[in-house]
């Protein structure tokens, strides 16, 4: 990966401990980074440290970080915000932890304790206390999620709680295609309607 735009760098002496002490150093960062000469983020941050010479080569960003995914036209299609992150080079996984805030390529938010993104496989996995908003109005809640970025599938084998369209349902194990916008629950524990009369004025 490649980045352009960086501010405050700062270099450490080759006498280190590359586990410990960054590779370099950048203070109050919005950069764009490229992979395979397409322009894939952009990244904004207080600080930014960088391991190459660590056994596993990574970035961390103990401050916290927005990272923006980006088009081919600069425009914003999907953001993360998290309280710190962490970026493993070889392995080209993103993690989040604390406060972490997606806004979805297909316009959904997600809040969640950790997230996890694999730019392998494409695939975000969001755990604990995971409350999805959908643009159809639906909330969702449940303690994992799994989304894949490609076929725009959302799926899961734990609890889930959903909510919206005059009805509850909950159950274990589901999915749901972008799409179709509909969803499949394999155990389910109940349908309830809701009576929203009852909120409205007489």
């Given amino acids: 990966m490649t980045s352009c735009g960086e501010e405050g ?34 990244i904004t941050t207080k600080l930014w440290n960088i391991y190459n010479e660590a056994k596993v080569p990574h970035w961390t960003f103990p401050n ?14 999907a953001s993360l915000i998290c309280d ?20 979805m390529r297909s316009g959904d938010r997600i809040l969640c304790d950790r997230m996890y993104y694999d730019e392998n496989t494409a695939v975000v996995n969001c ?25 725009h599938r959302t799926y899961g084998d734990t609890f889930i709680h959903i909510e919206g369209s005059g009805r509850v349902i909950e159950g274990y194990g589901y999915e749901y295609w ?8 394999r155990r389910v524990q109940g ?6 009369s009852r909120f409205r004025p007489h």
């Fill in 9 to 42: 760098i700062k270099k450490t002496a080759s006498d280190h401990d590359p586990e410990k002490v960054p590779t370099v150093t950048t203070h109050d960062v919005q950069t764009i980074v490229s992979d395979s000469g397409r322009t894939r983020y952009r």
């Fill in 64 to 77: 916290g970080v927005v990272a923006d995914e980006l088009d081919d036209k600069f425009q914003n299609t």
């Fill in 84 to 103: 710190s992150g962490y970026y493993d080079i070889p392995k080209r996984m993103w993690s989040a932890v604390g406060n972490v805030r997606l806004s």
């Fill in 127 to 151: 755990m604990d206390h995971v409350r999805i908003t959908r643009t159809s109005g639906d909330k969702i809640e449940t303690n994992q999620m799994f989304y894949n970025t490609k076929t």
């Fill in 178 to 185: 972008d799409n179709d916008k509909r969803y499949v629950v």
């Fill in 191 to 196: 349908i309830f309607p809701i009576d929203d």
